[in-house]
């Protein structure tokens, strides 16, 4: 220990006061380490899980935070206000989840600033240290990080193409006891996978028969390029006393918004709006306020629109080239939307390793492993395919070929 000379009452430590053991064995993410490291603009990134800054509308979001800041409203919007959110916010959100098939009241709604938000009062919400969360293995990582904060357990559940296995789910309730199971159902982040109608209605059975909290997470639905919806889970009878449905703007809008929403069963309600008081008390009122401004006079549906033709084209730009670049026995997903595709080399590489050769031939991707809760599959990594063109992303992979056959 290092100390001042000064007399001893005043002796002042400079060792670092102990941080919260809750931080033990909680990992940083190597998504925004990786961020850090591909700010070179020679080096094509399928890393990060941008969503494509030109499609932005930046135009329509700067008109919105004039009206929100402008006459009367501009005093209002710069107030404290309720915790719950905007009232017109949650209106029109309400209306946007009634049509996409998830009947919504304003009242069943908590807006949250981004859906991570809401993730983290969540598991002040229903988590007790030791606590088990049952995931869909491999998972988004920022959820694992959360859980771990929380001092909660991971239970992995083993999944295929049409996402999370009922089967698997069942032996983890029954062995596990699980408080809650989280899932990503449509175009999961990492694997790009969705879950089947019928095996959303299979979980949604099982947790209301063992008693789980199911944590629906939703920031992709939209984002659909290739064949038919699936309605949410939350939307299934069994489902209504214990599924919490989360959504946001970041990959619909702009994710610098950080707006988010919670559609909450009524029980869960005054427990979760606790946890937001003492986390921010509320998300921005200006930011509501310009979001609800926004939504008012936009045709989002169109903007969606607009966005989906490009991203489709970008999700077969790099499939193709996948097919054509990558070794043989690899395999990739074929997702029907969002933004991510999952790859699996041969047994003997270790994607970890092969980063630096990637980054050095300019092309980055995540490494696998720190998706997964249990066992890490070692040999995947995953590829965000909306940040670039079509030509640059054929290029990327292109490059990624390369390093792949040395
Ligand atoms: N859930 C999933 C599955 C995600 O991929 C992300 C963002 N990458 C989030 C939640 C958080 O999104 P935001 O806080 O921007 O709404």
Same mark, same amino acid.
């Given at each position: 220990?290092?100390?001042?000379?000064?007399?001893?009452?005043?002796?002042?430590?400079?060792?670092?006061?102990?941080?919260?053991?809750?931080?033990?064995? !909680?990992?940083?993410?190597?998504?925004?380490?990786?961020?850090?490291?591909?700010?070179?603009?020679?080096?094509?990134?399928?890393?990060?899980?941008?969503?494509?800054?030109?499609?932005?509308?930046?135009?329509?979001?700067?008109?919105?935070?004039?009206?929100?800041?402008?006459?009367?409203?501009?005093?209002?919007?710069?107030?404290?206000?309720?915790?719950?959110?905007?009232?017109?916010?949650?209106?029109?959100?309400?209306?946007?989840?009634?049509?996409? /098939?998830?009947?919504?009241?304003?009242?069943?709604?908590?807006?949250?600033?981004?859906?991570?938000?809401? #993730?983290?009062?969540?598991?002040?919400?229903?988590?007790?240290?030791?606590?088990? !969360?049952?995931?869909?293995?491999?998972?988004?990582?920022?959820?694992?990080?959360? *859980?771990?904060?929380?001092?909660? &357990?991971?239970?992995?559940?083993?999944?295929? $193409?049409?996402?999370?296995?009922?089967?698997?789910?069942?032996?983890?309730?029954?062995?596990?006891?699980?408080?809650?199971?989280?899932?990503?159902?449509?175009?999961?982040?990492?694997?790009?996978?969705?879950?089947?109608?019928?095996?959303?209605?299979?979980?949604?059975?099982?947790?209301?028969?063992? /008693?789980?909290?199911?944590?629906?997470?939703?920031?992709?639905?939209? #984002?659909?390029?290739?064949? &038919?919806?699936?309605?949410?889970?939350?939307?299934?009878?069994?489902?209504?006393?214990?599924?919490?449905?989360?959504?946001? *703007?970041?990959?619909?809008?702009?994710? /610098?918004?950080?707006?988010?929403?919670?559609?909450?069963?009524?029980?869960?309600?005054?427990?979760?709006?606790?946890?937001?008081?003492?986390?921010?008390? &509320?998300?921005?009122?200006?930011?509501?306020?310009?979001?609800?401004?926004?939504? $008012?006079?936009?045709?989002?549906?169109?903007?969606?629109?607009?966005? !989906?033709?490009?991203?489709?084209?970008?999700?077969?730009?790099?499939?193709?080239?996948?097919?054509?670049?990558?070794?043989?026995?690899?395999?990739?997903?074929?997702?029907?939307?969002?933004?991510?595709?999952?790859?699996? #080399?041969?047994?003997?590489?270790?994607?970890?390793?092969?980063?630096?050769?990637?980054?050095?031939?300019?092309?980055?991707?995540?490494?696998?492993?720190?998706? *997964?809760?249990?066992?890490?599959?070692?040999?995947?990594?995953?590829?965000?395919?909306?940040?670039?063109?079509?030509?640059?992303?054929?290029?990327?992979?292109?490059? #990624?070929?390369? !390093?792949?056959?040395?």
């Amino acid at each position: 220990m290092e100390t001042v000379p000064v007399p001893e009452e005043f002796v002042v430590t400079t060792t670092t006061p102990p941080l919260s053991s809750r931080l033990s064995g !909680v990992r940083s993410s190597p998504v925004r380490e990786l961020l850090a490291l591909v700010s070179n603009p020679d080096v094509i990134s399928f890393a990060g899980g941008l969503p494509a800054p030109e499609l932005f509308d930046a135009d329509g979001l700067r008109e919105a935070y004039v009206r929100a800041l402008s006459g009367t409203a501009a005093r209002r919007n710069l107030q404290y206000a309720a915790t719950e959110g905007d009232p017109r916010l949650r209106e029109l959100v309400a209306d946007r989840l009634t049509r996409r /098939g998830l009947p919504t009241a304003p009242d069943d709604l908590l807006i949250t600033t981004g859906s991570q938000q809401a #993730l983290t009062l969540l598991t002040t919400a229903l988590l007790d240290p030791g606590a088990v !969360v049952a995931v869909e293995e491999p998972s988004y990582l920022a959820a694992l990080q959360s *859980f771990s904060l929380a001092g909660a &357990q991971v239970a992995g559940v083993a999944g295929d $193409a049409d996402g999370i296995d009922p089967d698997a789910v069942e032996e983890v309730f029954r062995t596990r006891r699980p408080a809650v199971l989280y899932l990503v159902p449509n175009f999961a982040n990492p694997t790009g996978r969705t879950l089947s109608a019928a095996r959303r209605a299979r979980v949604a059975e099982l947790a209301a028969e063992f /008693g789980v909290w199911v944590v629906e997470d939703d920031p992709y639905g939209e #984002l659909r390029y290739s064949g &038919q919806p699936v309605a949410p889970l939350a939307a299934h009878p069994a489902a209504a006393a214990n599924t919490v449905h989360l959504g946001s *703007f970041s990959k619909i809008g702009a994710p /610098g918004l950080r707006l988010g929403w919670a559609r909450l069963p009524r029980e869960l309600r005054p427990a979760v709006v606790v946890a937001k008081q003492a986390a921010d008390l &509320q998300t921005s009122t200006v930011d509501q306020a310009a979001a609800a401004e926004y939504l $008012a006079v936009t045709d989002l549906d169109a903007h969606v629109a607009r966005v !989906v033709v490009a991203y489709r084209e970008r999700r077969d730009a790099m499939l193709a080239a996948l097919e054509r670049e990558l070794p043989a026995g690899a395999r990739s997903s074929r997702p029907d939307g969002g933004m991510f595709t999952w790859v699996e #080399l041969p047994s003997v590489a270790d994607t970890a390793r092969l980063l630096p050769a990637a980054l050095a031939a300019g092309v980055a991707f995540v490494p696998g492993a720190s998706f *997964f809760a249990g066992q890490a599959n070692s040999c995947t990594l995953r590829l965000s395919f909306t940040t670039h063109s079509p030509d640059r992303t054929a290029e990327g992979v292109a490059r #990624l070929g390369r !390093v792949l056959r040395q």
